[in-house]
């Protein structure tokens, strides 16, 4: 039988794991469950799965788990030799190209982003002007990865027909 199943966590790569750790619970309130701890390549049960993710030869990576208020886990890595992507924004590849973060407050949120080293890609929109207060913008964290912020739920602003008029 099929059935909906949770959403568990994210992984995202950042050049520096302490500034991304600071960001993510200063911008977002978000909850350090494991510090930043180092992950080395060797026979232990946590190594012999990231040879089985990465394949031979990674070495060494840093990473902290943090979790959101409604129980969502953040992965955040800091791989050796970590690289910032210039354009990462390339959202006609196939691939995760953003997350989405829920919060009445976006033109606060956003601004806190921006405040805290990030970006707002765009200006605030909303879905239905004049009809319903639904609200997005696509911001980026200081790492260039990008994240939506949603002032309603999901299903609250897609349920309400946001396209239909355009099928």
Not at 8 to 29: C, M, N, P, Q
Not at 119 to 125: F, L
């Amino acid at each position: 039988m099929t059935y909906p199943r949770t959403f568990s966590h994210i992984g995202i790569s950042v050049t520096d794991l302490e500034k991304a750790v600071e960001f993510y619970t200063r911008v977002f309130g978000w909850y350090v469950i494991m510090a930043p701890t180092e992950i080395v390549s060797d026979d232990s049960a946590i190594g012999v799965m990231c040879d089985d993710v990465f394949g031979r030869g990674w070495e060494r990576f840093r990473i902290a788990h943090l979790a959101t208020g409604d129980k969502i886990g953040v992965e955040i890595f800091e791989f050796k030799n970590a690289e910032l992507r210039e354009g990462n924004f390339e959202f006609w590849k196939n691939g995760v190209f953003h997350f989405a973060v829920q919060d009445p407050d976006i033109e606060g949120l956003a601004a806190k982003i921006v405040e805290n080293g990030g970006k707002q890609r765009m200006p605030i929109r909303e879905y239905y002007p004049g009809e319903k207060p639904y609200r997005m913008v696509y911001c980026e964290d200081p790492f260039g990865n990008i994240l939506e912020l949603y002032s309603h739920s999901y299903e609250l602003t897609y349920a309400a027909g946001a396209y239909q008029d355009k099928l």
